[in-house]
């Protein structure tokens, strides 16, 4: 039953008018609130400096604030790209931020073109990820660094893990293609990729790993016997539910 409401959800989602109509309500990441956004900035200090450099962060949703305060600590320049958009004109105009939307694939920068790319629970959203990474490492300077933190968990049950605890991970269950028929139109659908995957995408691209944490979910490390479809998953991948990396482009290219 669930399975068909859903389809039918993503269905109208793919409909431009309702899924504008649908934006309105959506919430999205930090929601410009104040403690998330200094949450999410000692993140990033924790791995790199804004002073100077050229940011891109991808995928704000309704929040501008993180490359505010980056633009306030010293950044020569702020751009912020996203899939959909949440700002009018107006409303960027004044903030001495670029804000362009994008279709989630080729990224509308130059090659070589920004020191820092941040993304906060962004990346799993991607519908291209291997490409994503791949735009990423193009357009940053040799030296540059990517700092982002990965949401592994299925998005349709944040807020719901008291009263389902065993569905962290829900997404898991279902095969590729079914799971797009369910979710790919909807801002709940997440990529499924596993730590490991993005660590290999990653390499793959030609980034050097500078840090690496690994967040595991309490819930499924409980249940994980009684959760069959993880099984076939590494143990690590399968009850890593954040995944927070800074990488490298180094100087030297092999």
């Not at 399975?3 to 039918?8: G, S």
């Not at 010293?74 to 903030?95: H, M, N, P």
């Not at 820092?116 to 540059?144: D, W």
Request: glycine fraction near 6%.
């Amino acid at each position: 039953m669930f399975v068909a409401v859903d389809i039918l959800q993503n269905i109208l989602m793919g409909i431009r008018p309702l899924a504008r109509l649908a934006q309105r309500y959506h919430s999205t990441g930090l929601n410009a609130d104040p403690d998330m956004v200094s949450r999410v900035c000692n993140i990033y200090s924790r791995f790199v400096s804004t002073r100077g450099k050229d940011i891109l962060e991808i995928g704000p949703g309704q929040t501008l604030e993180v490359l505010e305060r980056a633009l306030a600590a010293g950044a020569r320049s702020c751009t912020a790209i996203d899939v959909l958009d949440y700002f009018s004109g107006e409303q960027v105009k004044g903030k001495q931020i670029s804000y362009e939307v994008y279709e989630g694939k080729d990224m509308p920068l130059a090659t070589e073109s920004v020191d820092l790319i941040f993304s906060y629970t962004a990346l799993e959203h991607a519908r291209y990820p291997s490409v994503t990474v791949q735009e990423c490492f193009r357009i940053l300077r040799p030296g540059g660094m990517l700092v982002s933190v990965i949401d592994l968990g299925d998005h349709s049950f944040y807020g719901k893990n008291k009263t389902y605890p065993d569905r962290v991970f829900d997404c898991l269950q279902y095969p590729e293609w079914l799971w797009n028929l369910m979710r790919w139109n909807r801002s709940s659908y997440v990529n499924r990729l596993r730590q490991s995957d993005w660590l290999r995408l990653f390499n793959e691209a030609g980034f050097v790993a500078r840090a690496r944490e690994a967040t595991v979910s309490d819930h499924t490390v409980r249940l994980y016997e009684q959760l069959p479809y993880l099984h076939k998953y590494p143990y690590d991948d399968a009850v890593t539910c954040m995944l927070t990396v800074c990488m490298e482009k180094p100087v030297y290219l092999p």
